[in-house]
């Protein structure tokens, strides 16, 4: 688990959406929708593709060929906004996800403006 997880999960317990998790089997992260809109996710949490939740989505820019994604929540240190080529994300299980990019990756990757 990253260290963004760790930091994150008390969060996601307090407000109640680990509750699901503790009795439920976890979603499954392997097979993307076809079509996936990025403008229906800004606002919504976003995961990695290990299902780990990663941040948000922030906006959509370029006519759509970019996404701005905010690393991390309220609570995590460093958070920053990241500029990811739409095309790495996808919809699964419900849940705007990153192909490719990991927690890690995202948080390493250069802020932009």
Same mark, same amino acid.
């Given at each position: 688990?990253?260290?963004f ?9 307090a407000?109640?959406l680990? +509750?699901a /998790?503790? #009795? ?5 992260f392997?097979?993307p ?8 996710a =800004? ?9 780990e939740?990663v941040?948000?989505?922030? +906006?959509? /820019?370029? #006519?759509g060929?970019t996404?701005i994604v905010?690393?991390?929540t309220?609570?995590t240190p460093?958070?920053h906004? =990241? ?9 699964v ?18 802020a932009?403006?």
């Open positions: 688990m990253t260290t997880a760790h930091k994150t999960a008390a969060l996601v317990f407000t109640g680990g +509750a /998790a503790l #009795g439920a089997a976890a979603p499954a392997a097979q929708a076809a079509e996936f809109d990025p403008q229906s =800004v606002g919504h949490w976003l995961y990695d593709s290990n299902g939740l941040g948000s989505v922030y +906006a959509v /820019a370029d #006519g060929r996404v905010q690393y991390g309220y609570l460093g958070r906004l =990241v500029a990811v080529p739409s095309a790495d994300l996808a919809e299980a419900g849940h705007a996800t990153l192909r490719t990019m990991t927690a890690d990756a995202l948080a390493a990757a250069p932009t403006n």
